[in-house]
């Protein structure tokens, strides 16, 4: 088994649930990003997902987009990216896992990806906007690399496309809570519990829950039927509004505690 194989497998022997923070790499900077990571480790994170930056982040909403604007003036590209797991993989026993855009990543090449992806210690990766039956060659290279390839799904998806996504996800399938983009909301959408019950009577696999869920009590309540669940805007928020370094490592690292404490 791979890390994020490991650390479920951990989770359901203490009977806790996963929380998988987000933070775009290269917001404000690199090195930010890096104390930001370890001050997520240290906090509690389960898994760390590190958003690789893109000039047109279709699923994202402002928050989001703003962090990949912020990222790209700073220089920060895919190489860099990379550079930022290797330095931290020594540092962290969490998986970390990257998010990001097709062409992001097939610009580099399928197995080159992959080999670079597996030599600096990366253990999952999510592609938003490519499809697996697009995607063979890419997904496959992961697979052969020991890299999981994280699905999506989402409440548009047809019972017989639910099956083949759990047959050929790894590591944990993305359970996309509503439709539209990403960010934070008061209230999650309806019906995500009978949802997630149903991935559950045909697959196994960890079932983890994201976009709009922002607070504490949020998580909680996805925690209760969900494997895990993913926080991104609300942390990207206390990024953006901290005025220097520092104060966005402290703020993010408190807010990850409160997080993790509501799943225990």
């Known amino acids: 088994m791979g890390r994020i194989a490991d650390r479920f497998a951990q989770l359901r022997g203490r009977g806790e649930r996963a929380l998988i923070p987000f933070l775009t790499a290269g917001d404000p900077n690199l090195p930010t990003t890096e104390a930001l990571v370890l001050a997520m480790a240290e906090a509690g994170a389960d898994l760390i997902e590190v958003g690789v930056p893109f000039s047109d982040p279709s699923a994202e909403g402002p928050t989001i987009q703003r962090s990949s604007e912020r990222a790209l003036r700073s220089g920060t590209t895919l190489r860099g990216v990379l550079k930022l797991i290797q330095n931290l993989r020594p540092k962290v026993e969490q998986p970390l896992v990257l998010m990001g855009y097709a062409n992001v990543f097939l610009a580099m090449g399928e197995r080159n990806f992959a080999a670079a992806a597996k030599e600096v210690g990366v253990d999952g990766v999510i592609t938003v906007d490519l499809p697996p039956e697009e995607g063979q060659l890419f997904f496959d290279s992961l697979i052969e690399s020991g890299i999981d390839p994280i699905l999506l799904a989402s409440p548009t998806t047809p019972e017989s496309r639910m099956e083949m996504l759990v047959e050929r996800a790894r590591g944990f399938l993305y359970y996309v809570s509503l439709t539209g983009v990403t960010g934070a909301r008061k209230e999650m959408a309806a019906g995500l519990e009978e949802a997630v019950s149903k991935i559950r009577e045909i697959s196994g696999i960890p079932v983890c829950v994201g976009f709009g869920i922002s607070t504490p009590e949020q998580v909680a309540e996805v925690g209760r039927f969900a494997d895990g669940a993913v926080v991104w805007s609300a942390l ?24 993790k404490g509501a799943l225990r």
Do not use: C, Q, R
């Open 236 to 259: 990207v928020d206390l990024i953006e509004a901290a005025e220097t370094p520092g104060p966005a490592v402290i703020s993010v690292s408190e807010f990850v505690a409160k997080l």
